[in-house]
Nanobody
Framework: VQLQASGGGLVQPGGSLTLSCAAS????????IGWFRQAPGKEREGVSCLRVGDGTYYSTTYYADSVKGRFTISRDNAANTVYLQMNSLRPEDTAIYFC????????????????????????WGQGTQVTVSS
């Protein structure tokens, strides 16, 4: 399993960026891809997650309170890619952003709010730096 995160960069406060996570090497119809971030001196935190099940006909999305209304997670099945559209960026969004995949998600665990636990995810991509600064 390989995950390739890209799309980071330097943006001014209030600006937008779209991160991409290209996934390969797994064929499960049920999976969850999460975006996490880690700022200097802080713990890694879950930002958003997209969980797919039931033959990929539906997906459920989850967001951290700090990004609700500003970030949108989506997927392109044909491209095997999950995106994180980030709008109204703030300096506190500055961090290294990682994507990760849980290839055997347990739906109740996600529905109970544990989607942001990094231990659920069994494969991780490298990070991409997002810097929000004027």
């Amino acid at each position: 399993v390989q995950l390739q995160a890209s799309g980071g960069g330097l943006v001014q406060p209030g600006g937008s960026l779209t991160l991409s996570c290209a996934a390969s090497g797994f064929t499960s119809d049920d999976y969850a891809i999460g975006w996490f971030r880690q700022a200097p001196g802080k713990e890694r935190e879950g930002v958003s997650c997209l969980r797919v099940g039931d033959g990929t006909y539906y997906s459920t999305t989850y967001y951290a309170d700090s990004v609700k209304g500003r970030f949108t997670i989506s997927r392109d099945n044909a491209a095997n890619t999950v995106y994180l559209q980030m709008n109204s960026l703030r300096p506190e969004d500055t961090a290294i952003y990682f994507c990760a995949v849980d290839t055997n998600p347990n739906p109740p665990v996600y529905e109970l709010g544990y989607w942001a636990r990094s231990t659920l995810y069994d494969h991780w991509g490298q990070g991409t730096q997002v810097t929000v600064s004027s």
